[in-house]
């Protein structure tokens, strides 16, 4: 399994007049932190990109479970739980408040595709030999 | 069961540079899908909120079938096929382009709240009553 | 001088924690506002965009004189004071309520540029010949 | 004269089809800029709203001179030349790259206003604190 953190402020645009943040704004919360994932595992969305895979987005599930307000420095937590064998890769997702409360909870499929062709490719050599050390110990 | 259409033609800012509208702007097309479906009951979410009832997003799941471009004139069609008893409301949405093609589906889940004292409450009578029609015949 | 008007209805998401329109929407508005005065000339903006020519906003000016609100039907004025002769067109655009007030008003500057080459164009033909009627008679 | 920079890096979200950040989305930045200066002097603008006093932007003037991609880590200037003797404030905002590149310059007025009565009043005395001794010498 591999996990990795980062920490988004909320900004004022992203506040509706409920005084919390707008539930849509949660799928660019969850971007980050699937991006900023793949940082650091040495390697970049941005790279993948160049190297003619990009990675839609085929289905999103989302729990609202208590409100972030504006001005909260979140914890955006994305999970890969499988390494994935085929064009298909799942994250799970949650965002914490700064008392530790879950706020948010996940879950992100994404597609490998051939950016020229559009049809359905792997996952990058490169971020896979960055992800398999993570997923090597028995039962992980 | 109640079911409303209402079109939305896709924005420049709503693309992304996959030259598709980024995944996270369906939430706002969903959000507009059900204020015009309350809207062509007589009834509006604004006069919701100032009679002191609003509905948060709790849960949503989205399924992207096929991508909307730049220009593309959406139709969203909203579908409430059970009345609420209680605090919870369930809509099934959709998103078709101009060919007919269904693009996205999406489930979401909302709670009627108190927007003074945050707790769960039930929907408007006003609201109940010009929804009550679609649901009294046997099989709907 | 060419003038056209359509009409925006302000989203939940559009809105901040102050209750009003966030103010980096208007470009947003702005840009409906400009797509739609086009479309009614009979051309389109995403057909100048597959002829090659795009054209980004090299400059805003906004002034927010008064607030727009959740739900409010907005009305946007676009008006293009000079037919330009080279690379560059200012609009002069205005958001007002549904009392008619006038709620923001900016200038926004374009340029013509070719999509693959990125260098200065002018405006495509098609468009010069749907706006050359409005600007014809003397002190037009 | 005071001046604080902050970091920001550009969202998949905020691209369009263009292949460059989208032009209204530089007032978010200036927005997270501001609010990051504020909370350079150890004070912040939540404790200002806190306190009963907001500030909304009643003019914004904005060149682009050069676009921002995707993935980009932007640095955002913003600089105040005068300390405000009324309910007015004027800050200078200027979007960089990292090749040091000056991309966006912008001009933002805001006013100080009592979020009670939404009429004028002045900089929260905290604030102004804070930002006097930058400006106490002769010249600045």
Redesign the interface.
């Known amino acids: 399994m591999f996990i990795a953190e980062t920490n988004i402020?909320v900004?004022?645009?992203e506040?509706?007049?409920?005084?919390?943040v707008?539930?849509?704004?949660?799928?660019?919360y969850f971007?980050?932190g699937r991006?900023e994932a793949i940082r650091q595992l040495g390697y970049?969305?941005?790279d993948m990109?160049n190297s003619g895979v990009?990675m839609?987005?085929?289905?999103?599930?989302?729990?609202?479970?208590r409100?972030a307000h504006?001005?909260d420095l979140l914890t955006i937590k994305t999970m890969l739980r499988e390494l994935p064998e085929g064009h298909r890769i799942e994250f799970n997702q949650e965002v914490y408040n700064e008392q530790g409360k879950l706020l948010t909870a996940g879950k992100i499929v994404l597609y490998f595709l051939d950016m020229n062709t559009r049809t359905r490719t792997h996952m990058p050599a490169p971020l896979r030999a960055a992800l398999a050390p993570f997923f090597t110990q028995a039962g992980s």
């Not at 506040?15 to 919390?20: E, G, I, R, S």
């Not at 839609?56 to 479970?65: A, G, W």
Request: proline letters at 5%; aromatic letters at 18%.
């Open positions: 402020r900004r004022y645009a506040t509706d007049q409920m005084d919390v707008y539930y849509g704004n949660y799928a660019q971007e980050v991006v970049s969305y941005k990109e990009m839609p987005v085929v289905e999103m599930q989302c729990k609202y479970l409100p504006y001005d």
